[in-house]
């Protein structure tokens, strides 16, 4: 088996192990290493202590040692490095009270997730793989380290986590794991609305979007079924234009789930537009300006989704938005060739010069032509 190391992450472990002590990179990097895709980054598991761990490198960060994990920095490239460890009871179905850290890398794997995180490589000793997972990837399948419900009940994350990867890596889920994340989908009341943003979002942007729908049906998020789902997986790798059809088609309002989620302004604005703009028209050049008026270059996602979601033919009207945007014709109001301050010496004032600008606006928006200073000062 091929498995490569970037220079630093090899770099990291021979210092380990030629002080004496175990060290593997462990989890997602060695299940996307396996899979043939580039991970996004390195953890680094290892038999030595957080003390251990910062006496040995340079440049360290304490990010996490009460549970173990320090953050080795080489090159300005941050990597976490993290004891051997067994977790404590879970009280809250998310944390652990306490971690014993432990000399034996099985136990360390046994308390992860699923299989096809619980592997571990180095050189010298290949891959360590004590639960199938290898099996498991192999066969597309996902299934929980030891007893599903155990893993569930420990921490509730892990029942979204479930769904995610199963959307990210177009993955069957194994039965008796499937039955116990329903059984105990009811704990993600325990789950922060910002934890359950982030892997809802993953979840859109993964193979199989529709892999959600049987954690819907179980009424413990606030989200309704729509065969529409696996549509999404069709859209451009776009993270705004996918969360944005997930909560459009599972949500009674994607503004207002925006809102529960606690996500940014910007997505929430983006979606209050592009929800409103679904209602516009998007056949005529005037139509199209007033689509780009209110969206901007996003104009391409809404109608990129009425084409996916609803088989409309847009491709006039995408190439009407672009010969817009090409020639300059004016589709808002700093585009007009009057301001503020010329409809002020007309007489008009505070919110009267406001919408005046937007009458000639929509004047221009359907004649171009009328857009001379001029002109547009005899039609105030």
């Known amino acids: 088996m091929t498995f490569y190391l970037p220079e630093n992450v090899r770099k990291i472990i021979e210092t380990l192990e030629n002080s004496g002590y175990k060290a593997y990179v462990v989890g997602g990097c060695v299940r996307d290493t396996l899979l043939g895709v580039t991970p996004d980054d390195y953890d680094i598991c290892t038999s030595a202590t957080p003390d251990e761990i910062t006496a040995l490198f340079e440049n360290t960060a304490a990010t996490g040692a009460a549970h173990g994990t320090i953050t080795v920095i080489i090159n300005k490239t941050p990597f976490e490095v993290t004891t051997f460890r067994t977790d404590g009871e879970y009280k809250d179905s998310r944390h652990p009270e306490d971690v014993r850290f432990v000399g034996d890398v099985k136990d360390d794997l046994a308390r992860r997730d699923f ?92 193979q199989k979007p529709e892999a959600i729908l049987p954690l819907i049906k179980t009424g413990a998020l606030p989200m309704r079924e729509n065969a529409l789902t696996a549509k999404i997986s069709l859209l451009p790798q776009k993270k705004e234009l996918r969360f944005f059809t997930l909560l459009l088609l599972t949500c009674e309002d994607a503004q207002v789930a925006a809102q529960d989620l606690k996500c940014s302004n910007g997505f929430k604005n ?57 020639t300059g014709e004016p589709y808002k109001i700093s585009h007009l060739k009057i301001g503020g301050e010329d409809i002020a010496k007309k007489g008009y004032r505070g919110e009267e010069i406001g919408k005046k600008l937007s009458e000639l606006l929509e004047k221009v928006i359907e004649d171009p032509m009328l857009n001379r200073k001029e002109t547009l000062a005899k039609l105030i």
């Open 115 to 206: 299989t096809v995180n619980a592997m571990c490589y180095n050189e010298k000793d290949g891959l360590t793989d004590c639960f199938g997972g290898l099996d498991d990837l192999n066969a597309g399948i996902l299934r929980a380290v030891g007893d599903p419900d155990a893993r569930f009940k420990e921490d509730a994350l892990r029942i979204l986590r479930l769904f995610r990867f199963a959307s990210a890596l177009g993955f069957d889920i194994e039965k008796s794991t499937l039955a116990a994340a329903k059984e105990n989908a009811n704990l993600l009341k325990n789950v922060s609305r910002e934890r359950i943003r982030e892997e809802l979002i993953k979840l859109a942007c993964g």
């Open 270 to 326: 983006y979606c209050k537009n592009t929800q409103a703009a679904l209602l516009m028209e998007n056949k005529t050049p005037a139509d199209i300006k007033r689509l780009l008026r209110l969206l901007e270059n996003d104009v391409f996602d809404l109608l990129c989704l009425k084409n996916i979601l609803f088989g409309e033919d847009t491709r006039g009207a995408a190439d009407t938005a672009k010969r817009i945007l090409e």
